[in-house]
């Protein structure tokens, strides 16, 4: 039986039974199912990489937007265009192994919410989807619930 955690629309995730040290593990943002390319996940591992990042959005060391002329979005294709690698390194995001590799995202702290941008850059998710070519998804949600989904996510995982 799987357990979702979170809303499709803001952030979600959906995580299926064991299976021999693997588990099926689907993460959506803004309706975007981010793991479209590999949702079989090592689960220590994985585990381990979720409550790294609860840990740092908890702790408050998700750094604000850097550029105060620029949105998120900008920012993200800033970031792709011209930014140096160790600024747009402190903003990486969702590096949680194979599961989300085929996307490439950064998270901003605004007030008391996460805002997290992302995009598809494998050749192949083009064909079959090409309206996200070139396109940054954005979603804000509040750092609170983020974090008690990941905390969520982290007791499923040990089920």
């Known amino acids: 039986m799987s357990v979702m955690l979170g809303e499709k ?3 979600a995730v959906e995580v299926g039974d064991p299976a021999s040290g693997l588990r099926r593990v689907d993460l959506w943002a803004a309706g975007q199912w981010l793991t479209c390319d590999d949702n079989m996940v090592f689960v220590e591992q994985f585990r381990g990489s ?3 990042t609860a840990a740092s959005v908890r ?3 998700v750094p604000s937007l850097p550029f105060a002329d620029l949105s998120p979005v900008a920012t993200h294709h800033r970031f792709g265009a011209t930014a140096a690698d160790a600024l747009r390194e402190r903003f990486w995001f969702l590096r949680w192994g194979p599961t989300t590799d085929n996307v490439l995202a950064y998270a901003f702290h605004d007030a008391d919410q996460l805002v997290v941008t992302w995009q598809f850059w494998r050749e192949a998710h083009f064909l079959e989807h090409p309206e ?3 396109r940054v998804f954005e979603v804000a949600i509040e750092t609170a619930e ?3 989904i990941l905390d969520s996510l982290d007791s499923a ?3």
């Open 9 to 11: 629309n803001r952030f």
């Open 146 to 148: 983020f974090v008690e």
């Open 59 to 61: 702790s408050g060391q």
């Open 132 to 134: 996200h070519e070139g």
């Open 157 to 159: 995982l040990r089920q």
């Open 50 to 52: 979720v409550r790294e």
